[in-house]
């Protein structure tokens, strides 16, 4: 079984930073994947942000230039770095891990930008 568990969401001021964390453990062999999605109750499950093991990366337009993923390969943790924080951001966000060619999901972690 894997298990991907993330951290790091709460509530921020506009224009603040916040880093998310997501670690994957159990029988993992490769993460090739890891990456972040949200979803708020307006939007459906969206793409932000994704890189694979060798470290390209493919962001949404959304959050680019705000929000930097990075991954640890070694201990399988992917993090978002967030900032210049919107209200618009505000969002579950999820994290994403494809291990040996299946996805898992995390349980997700809130995100609350205030005006």
């Known amino acids: 079984q894997v298990q991907l568990v993330e951290s790091g969401g709460g509530l921020v001021q506009a224009g603040g930073s916040l880093r998310l964390s997501c670690v994957a453990s159990g029988s993992i062999f490769r993460s090739d994947v890891m990456g972040w999605y949200r979803q708020s109750p307006a939007k459906q499950r969206e793409l932000v942000a994704q890189?694979?093991?060798?470290?390209?990366?493919n962001i949404a337009d959304s959050v680019k230039g705000r929000f930097t993923i990075s991954r640890d390969n070694t201990k399988n943790i992917v993090f978002l770095q967030m900032s210049s924080l919107k209200p618009e951001d505000t969002a579950v966000y999820y994290c994403l891990s494809v291990i040996n060619g299946q996805t898992y999901w995390g349980q997700g972690t809130q995100v609350t930008v205030s005006s």
């Open positions: 890189i694979t093991r060798g470290g390209n990366t």
